[in-house]
């Protein structure tokens, strides 16, 4: 069965964008029912830094479960600060409908084997809730809508974990249940990692229910092969979604169009940074 991916611009009405994404890949009417709550585990490393999904992306992302008894927007703590403190990034958007969740705050948890450890994970992340995985666009190869998934875990120093990384992912996804929608926010491109990454404006969404298969894209259109991410390797091991390009429907906009526009974006900063180191030392 060949997984679907929507590439759509992201316009000023995110909603109308999400439409469009829906009507490429087909709806979200299944995942959107008045006896499934929903959580959104946003990504966010770091409040102060700006890489995260953007207010209107989530709001809209929110907007698509309008059935939905609840909706949880999630976080744990990490060694930056608290889940809390994160997600005051979206607090326009809480509402009785709408509530932030402190994953590391929560006593009601499920002990689960993650990369040979037994963990306790919140209750809420299980079925029969939806799960939706929202990360930014970066060039990263570890990934990003899968990455994701590390902040699930509640202790906020996650570190020796990234010496597993790949099992550590996986397992917390076979575990949850799986991804019941990905969204990958591009309104920005994240070129490396704070405090020293670039931003640059991009403006389009990836959207999919294969999480596998979203962060292939994002992957191929930052310049990474997914085939050498081991991350994406290691998932179709497992069977738990599609890495292979040429199993991939791309639908919407084009792959090769965007990948040559972000590859000139990518060569216009890395020469705007050169030129300012050089002014940086003759000063």
């Given at each position: 069965?060949?997984s679907k991916v929507?590439?759509v611009e992201l316009?000023?009405?995110?909603r109308?964008?999400?439409?469009q994404?829906?009507?490429l890949i ?7 029912t008045?006896?499934?709550p929903v ?8 409040h ?10 989530v709001?809209a992302?929110?907007?698509?479960f ?5 909706i949880?927007?999630t976080?744990?703590?990490n ?6 403190e ?7 958007l809480?509402?009785e409908?709408?509530?932030p969740f402190n994953l ?5 948890t499920k002990r689960?084997k993650i ?5 306790g994970?919140?209750h809420i992340l299980?079925?029969p809730?939806v799960?939706v995985?929202t990360h930014?666009?970066?060039v990263?190869e570890k990934?990003s809508?899968?990455k994701?998934?590390?902040?699930l ?6 570190v020796r974990?990234h010496k597993?990384?790949?099992?550590t ?6 575990a949850?249940g ?7 926010d591009?309104?920005?491109?994240i ?5 020293n990454?670039?931003k ?9 229910r ?7 894209i994002?992957?191929?259109?930052v310049?990474?092969?997914p085939?050498?991410?081991?991350i994406?390797q ?7 979604g599609e ?6 429907e791309?639908?919407?906009?084009s792959?090769?169009a965007l990948?040559e526009?972000?590859?000139?974006l990518l060569k216009d900063?890395?020469k705007?940074?050169k030129t300012?180191?050089?002014k940086k030392?003759?000063?």
């Amino acid at each position: 069965m060949v997984s679907k991916v929507a590439i759509v611009e992201l316009g000023p009405d995110c909603r109308q964008s999400f439409n469009q994404a829906f009507s490429l890949i087909g709806n979200v009417n299944d995942l959107n029912t008045a006896d499934r709550p929903v959580v959104i585990k946003v990504g966010v490393f770091d409040h102060t830094a700006g890489h995260h999904a953007t207010v209107s992306v989530v709001e809209a992302i929110t907007n698509c479960f309008d059935k939905a008894p609840q909706i949880f927007l999630t976080e744990s703590d990490n060694y930056r600060g608290t889940g809390s403190e994160r997600l005051q990034i979206w607090k326009t958007l809480f509402t009785e409908q709408v509530k932030p969740f402190n994953l590391s705050q929560d006593t009601d948890t499920k002990r689960v084997k993650i990369a040979d450890e037994t963990i306790g994970l919140s209750h809420i992340l299980f079925k029969p809730n939806v799960f939706v995985s929202t990360h930014i666009l970066r060039v990263y190869e570890k990934g990003s809508i899968l990455k994701n998934l590390l902040g699930l875990i509640p202790e906020s120093k996650k570190v020796r974990f990234h010496k597993k990384l790949e099992a550590t992912l996986l397992d917390l996804y076979e575990a949850i249940g799986g991804i019941d929608l990905a969204v990958m926010d591009c309104t920005y491109l994240i070129s490396g990692v704070a405090p020293n990454s670039g931003k640059i404006k991009t403006d389009f969404l990836i959207v999919g229910r294969d999480a596998v298969a979203v962060e292939a894209i994002g992957a191929t259109l930052v310049g990474s092969d997914p085939e050498k991410m081991p991350i994406i390797q290691e998932a179709m091991k497992r069977d738990l979604g599609e890495g292979d390009l040429k199993k991939i429907e791309v639908l919407g906009m084009s792959v090769e169009a965007l990948r040559e526009k972000i590859s000139f974006l990518l060569k216009d900063l890395k020469k705007k940074r050169k030129t300012l180191r050089a002014k940086k030392k003759q000063s």
